[in-house]
């Protein structure tokens, strides 16, 4: 049966959520990857060279610019018919319109998965990752949301063709402004190497040492909810149970102790690095590599170093 | 305007549940309650409201087992006006929290529903958005902001590069996310007058829905245990560390 998959895009590109999502969905069966927008067509293009597509369904509409939730919903509902599993990546767009569109059609949704064991069986984090959940379903169709960093992405070298569909949709919710965290480096949620500061960095200012080390590496850059609340850093860089889930292959924590919601988000990491103070702060007692030491000697060490 | 909020009783944020050794779930049994800290947030905002001449009345409604009605209790105290304990034993799925709350929103016809934007037991992120879905209002998830303009309300939402503001009409749908304001916590003499409020307790037969789960539950089980790694001494150790990760990494 093939796959209903919504495509994840951001100014005018794929996100590198999408290729995660297709290679989760292909173990399903063949693709079909829905992009939604307004002005899609490059993302369209991008969209069929991912392997595991089928085909590429386009629906371009003004009234899908911001991908406001009753749009989609409506849209996918017009589409669902033939498809046995309607499939999102866990993250603005996923997370606001499945629940929505599973209500429409009477189904159970399971959001925030993280294994597929098959056609029904999947694995889903509860209590902030501190269990898992093995959930099977009987339904006759299957919406999910899924965990883009808990599978490898899907590669390149597809030309799968490209269809425009129904794009008709009405909303009356109205966008009126993106305030966006202006960034050069790598996005968060699916970046290979994370660097991320605690509370401890003590001001904006000094929390740029964290986007310096990011920058030496081409990481991108995570924060602790306390380093948010106090304004070191934008909300939309913040790690943990209610912020991003991660799991890069490399987590470098700077003078994060490791309570338990940040811990819930970073449990996917590969390896994980500590910098800390305090030798007995949770975090670098779970670490691969930890250093006890001062953040502000460290961190400049550590960037001049690495930069050799 | 007249406001419901939803309110869910879960294991305190702060306790560090187990996996029961047969895979049934989570230890629940004396283990601490308290009110979903996301649903806290929803329930500030709707009293925030009422505060600025923008609220009549805040009716709060919770689904669960009858002690759920300490959060509702909760939330009386701090300062809704009225209680619905909608009493329900097992597990009551997403879905069916949705119709249930639908029937709700079909007696009190509020102008506007806030909730939590999930639940911090099983972490669902869902009912807010089923329950726009069912009655077909829109919806506004995982505000850090709300402001009253007009007849309808804009919205500042926590989104995945940052915020983006939504106007959207009432009657509508809010899910509160954790910086929308700082709750309260309620002083002795609201406690007090809080048990003189109005709480009706309902079964959940009462509203017609059908409870049987859709999704069957298999097992729940700890996630995989991390083990300490190596102590460094010097940055230089660091340095070398991060440089010998980095060219695994090349070479995958």
């Known amino acids: 049966m093939t796959v ?18 297709v290679a ?27 392997a595991g597509v089928e085909k590429v369904l386009v629906a371009d509409s003004p009234a899908l610019a911001s991908l406001a939730p009753e749009a989609v919903a409506t849209l ?22 499945i629940p929505r569109l599973a209500a429409k059609l009477d189904l159970m949704p399971i959001t925030d998965v993280v294994a597929i064991h ?20 009987g339904q006759a169709k299957h919406l999910l949301t899924i965990r883009a960093s808990a599978f490898r992405p899907t590669v390149l070298g597809n030309s799968a063709p490209i269809h425009p569909v129904n794009a008709d949709v009405a909303t009356v919710a109205k966008f009126i402004a993106a305030h966006r965290t202006e960034s050069d480096l790598p996005e968060l949620s699916t970046a290979q190497i994370v660097v991320a500061g605690g509370v401890s960095f003590g001001s904006a200012e000094n929390f740029a040492l964290v986007a310096d080390l990011a920058h030496v590496l081409g990481a991108a850059v995570g924060a602790t909810r306390a380093a948010v609340d106090a304004g070191y850093a934008p909300n939309d860089w913040q790690v943990g149970q209610t912020g991003k889930i ?28 500590a910098i800390n103070k305090d030798p007995e702060a949770p975090l670098m007692k779970l670490a691969d590599i930890a250093l006890v030491g001062d953040l502000f000697e460290v961190v400049p060490q550590l960037i001049a170093g690495l930069k050799r | 305007m007249k406001i419901l909020v939803a309110v869910k009783r879960v294991v305190d944020h702060a306790v560090r549940v187990r996996v029961r050794p047969d895979g049934s779930g989570v ?57 619905l304990l909608i009493e329900a034993d097992g597990r009551v799925e997403t879905l069916a929290v949705a119709k249930l709350l639908e029937a709700v929103v079909a007696e009190e016809k509020p102008d506007l529903v806030l909730l939590g934007k999930q639940a911090v037991d099983d972490d669902s992120n869902q009912v807010g958005q089923m329950l726009a879905g069912l009655l077909d209002w829109p919806q506004a998830t995982f505000a850090s902001e709300i402001k009253v303009l007009g007849q309808g309300l804009e919205v500042t939402r926590e989104v995945d590069y940052g915020r983006a503001t939504v106007a959207v009409p009432l009657p509508a749908i809010v899910t509160a996310d954790l ?34 789960p859709r999704l069957k539950l298999e097992k729940v089980s700890p996630p995989p245990e991390r083990t300490a790694g190596r102590r460094l001494a010097t940055t230089a150790e660091l340095v070398a560390a991060i440089n010998s990760e980095l060219a695994e990494l090349e070479a995958l």
């Open chain 1, 4 to 21: 209903l998959v919504l495509a994840e895009h951001d100014l005018g590109r794929l996100s590198a959520a999408t290729a995660r999502i």
């Open chain 1, 24 to 50: 989760a969905a292909e173990k399903l069966g063949p693709v079909d990857l829905l992009v939604a927008g307004e002005g899609v067509s490059a993302i369209a293009a991008e969209a069929a060279q991912l």
């Open chain 1, 76 to 97: 996918l509902a017009r589409l669902a018919e033939p498809y046995e599993h309607i499939i999102a990546a866990a993250a603005s767009t996923g997370r606001d319109s």
């Open chain 1, 118 to 137: 098959g056609p029904t069986r999947f694995d889903r984090p509860i209590y902030a990752g501190n269990a898992i959940e093995t959930v099977s379903s």
């Open chain 1, 246 to 273: 991660i799991a890069p292959d490399l987590y470098i924590a700077i003078g994060i102790s490791g309570a338990l919601q940040h811990l819930a988000g970073i449990q996917g990491a590969k390896k994980i690095v």
């Open chain 2, 27 to 83: 230890e629940t049994e004396n283990v601490r309650m308290s009110m979903n800290p996301f649903d806290k947030h929803a329930v500030e905002a709707a009293v925030q409201l009422a505060e600025a001449g923008h609220a009549t009345e805040i009716v709060v409604v919770s689904i669960g087992q009858k002690q759920s009605n300490d959060v509702i209790l909760t939330a009386l105290a701090m300062g809704a006006h009225r209680g």
């Open chain 2, 179 to 212: 910086r929308l304001n700082t709750p309260r916590n309620a002083a002795l003499p609201m406690v007090m007058k809080a048990r003189s409020k109005p709480l009706a307790v309902r079964p959940a037969a009462d509203f017609g829905v059908d409870l049987t």
